[in-house]
C-alpha cells in the first residue's frame, strides 16, 4: 500500500528537479488528470510514494514514445504496472550500452593504433565517428512515435534503407551540422532575405530534395515531422533546430517559393 504522502519539502519544485522535468511539465501533467498530488491546508501539492509511482509512470511510457493523451488513458484504465515499466527501461539501457561499449571498444583500437603504428586509417577513423555519433544523437523514442504517425510503413521503410549507406549518413551529416553553426550565426541578425540565408536555405532544400528522392509525400511528411518536433514542448529538446532557427528559415523558404525555387 502506498504510504502517506510527505511532508510540505516534496514540493512541485522539488519532484521537478528530482525527477530532471520542468515545472511546466508537471502542471501539464495535473492539467490532464495525470497527476493529483494532495495538497496541505496552505494549499501546498505534496507528493507521496503513489504520486512518485505515477509520475515515473507517466515518465517512462514517454520514453518509450507513447503521447500524452494515450498515456493519460493507460493511467485512467490503470493499465500500469511498475514492474513491467522497470523492465522496458532496462531493456532500453542495455541496447544503448551495448552501442557505447562497442564505440568504446573502437576508440580503444585507434589508440592503440595511433601508438603503435604513428596513424590512424581513415575508414578506421570514420567507423568511430559513425559509431559515436550513433550513440550519442540516436532517434529517441519520442522521435521514433512521431516519425511512426507521420510517414507510412513504407516510407519508413525506404528511410531506413538509406540508412543502411554509411558513406552517405556521414555526408548528410556533416552538412547538416554546417547549416546548424551557420544558422546559429545567421538568426541573431534576423535578415532571413539575405543572401547567406537564402543560400543556407538553398542547401537545405538540397538536402531535403536528396534524402527525400523527389517524392513529394516525403517531402510533406518531412515537413510535417520537423513543424510538430520543433513546436511540440514534449519534443523539442530531442531536435537540433530551435523554433527560433524554424521561424528564420521559414522565412527563407517564403521568399524563395516566390522565386520559383521551393519545389520538393
Request: glycine residues 4%; charged residues 30%.
Amino acid at each position: 500500500m502506498p504510504g502517506k504522502p510527505r511532508k510540505s519539502k516534496d514540493n512541485t519544485a522539488a519532484i521537478a528537479a528530482q525527477f530532471g522535468i520542468s515545472l511546466k511539465a508537471l502542471r501539464l501533467y495535473e492539467r490532464l488528470g495525470m497527476l493529483t498530488p494532495p495538497r496541505t491546508e496552505a494549499g501546498w501539492r505534496v507528493y507521496g510514494p503513489a504520486e512518485i509511482e505515477r509520475l515515473h509512470a507517466i515518465l517512462s511510457l514517454k520514453q518509450i514514445g507513447l503521447p500524452l493523451a494515450r498515456i493519460a488513458e493507460m493511467l485512467k484504465a490503470g493499465q500500469t504496472d511498475l514492474a513491467a515499466l522497470l523492465s522496458v527501461q532496462e531493456r532500453m539501457l542495455q541496447e544503448t550500452t551495448r552501442e557505447a561499449e562497442y564505440a568504446l571498444s573502437l576508440v580503444k583500437v585507434a589508440r592503440i593504433r595511433l601508438r603503435n603504428k604513428g596513424n590512424v586509417p581513415a575508414e578506421q577513423l570514420a567507423e568511430t565517428v559513425r559509431r559515436i555519433s550513433k550513440t550519442l544523437i540516436r532517434p529517441t523514442p519520442e522521435l521514433e512515435a512521431l516519425a511512426s504517425r507521420v510517414y507510412t510503413p513504407a516510407q519508413m521503410a525506404a528511410y531506413r534503407a538509406a540508412e543502411r549507406d554509411p558513406e552517405a549518413v556521414a555526408r548528410a551529416t556533416e552538412a547538416w551540422e554546417r547549416i546548424y553553426a551557420e544558422l546559429e550565426a545567421l538568426v541573431p541578425k534576423g535578415d532571413p532575405l539575405s543572401k547567406k540565408s537564402l543560400d543556407v536555405a538553398r542547401r537545405m532544400m538540397a538536402l531535403i530534395r536528396e534524402q527525400t528522392r523527389g517524392d513529394k509525400a516525403l517531402w510533406n511528411g518531412a515537413y510535417r515531422f520537423w513543424k510538430e518536433a520543433i513546436e511540440d514542448p514534449d519534443l523539442s529538446a530531442h531536435v537540433p533546430m530551435t523554433k527560433a532557427h524554424w521561424d528564420f528559415v521559414a522565412k527563407s523558404f517564403e521568399e524563395l517559393k516566390r522565386r520559383g525555387e521551393m519545389k520538393p
